[in-house]
T-cell receptor
Framework: DQQVKQNSPSLSVQEGRISILNCDYT??????FLWYKKYPAEGPTFLIS?????DKNEDGRFTVFLNKSAKHLSLHIVPSQPGDSAVYFCAAGSGNTGKLIFGQGTTLQVKP | DAGITQSPRHKVTETGTPVTLRCHQTENHRYMYWYRQDPGHGLRLIHYSYGVKDTDKGEVSDGYSVSRSKTEDFLLTLESATSSQTSVYFC?????????????FGPGTRLTVT
């Protein structure tokens, strides 16, 4: 069973508008969540994280929202820029094992 | 950027041959991980290490082994490569004991098994 799911394989947004990427999880024991961005032929790079005790974390144009009752998190990018075009992965973890469970990824295309 | 290198960056090998991928870090992080990335599956954990000579299996460990004899190096070995192991392999490092949970990834190795 996939514990972390990104149900939208792709998303296309106009430059300057908001991009919303979604992620659902099944394991209520996860206590932190992260978003990664990946360009072709490069390794994933960390974007933003959120602890399960919070419902929002903001860093510049990026905001992550966590809805624990719905087991859902989302990444908002405002305003979207063409350079944001990449694959976005959500990931979840618990305790100090360091292990992360990743979603399948969503490809974001921001059109100029 | 975290100091993580992977070698080789690209490799083509034949079915049944052994293959070793190397991950090297200069950050002195205790934890290291090997993932594979495949379309529709995201990143899946193969093996991980909590320290020198301390390793454990991830969710897709069959057909893979690892070794960690030094803090800075984590080796992934395919004892007898199969076509299903054609993938992009990423190494990552982290230091959860610092209270920070993010993992930092290397540039990846693209492996093709023919």
């Amino acid at each position: 069973d996939q514990q972390v799911k990104q149900n939208s394989p792709s998303l296309s947004v106009q430059e300057g508008r908001i991009s919303i990427l979604n992620c659902d999880y099944t394991n209520s024991m996860f206590d932190y969540f992260l978003w990664y961005k990946k360009y072709p032929a490069e390794g994933p790079t960390f974007l933003i994280s959120i602890s399960s005790i919070k419902d929002k974390n903001e860093d510049g144009r990026f905001t992550v929202f966590l809805n624990k009752s719905a087991k859902h998190l989302s990444l908002h990018i405002v305003p979207s820029q063409p350079g944001d075009s990449a694959v976005y992965f959500c990931a979840a973890g618990s305790g100090n094992t360091g292990k992360l469970i990743f979603g399948q990824g969503t490809t974001l295309q921001v059109k100029p | 950027d975290a100091g993580i290198t992977q070698s080789p960056r690209h490799k083509v090998t034949e079915t049944g041959t052994p293959v070793t991928l190397r991950c090297h870090q200069t950050e002195n992080h205790r934890y290291m991980y090997w993932y594979r990335q495949d379309p529709g599956h995201g990143l899946r954990l193969i093996h991980y290490s909590y320290g020198v000579k301390d390793t454990d299996k991830g969710e897709v460990s069959d057909g893979y082994s690892v070794s960690r004899s030094k803090t800075e190096d984590f080796l992934l070995t395919l004892e007898s490569a199969t076509s299903s192991q054609t993938s992009v392999y990423f190494c990552a490092i982290s230091d959860p004991n610092s209270g920070v949970h993010e993992q930092y990834f290397g540039p990846g190795t693209r492996l093709t098994v023919t």
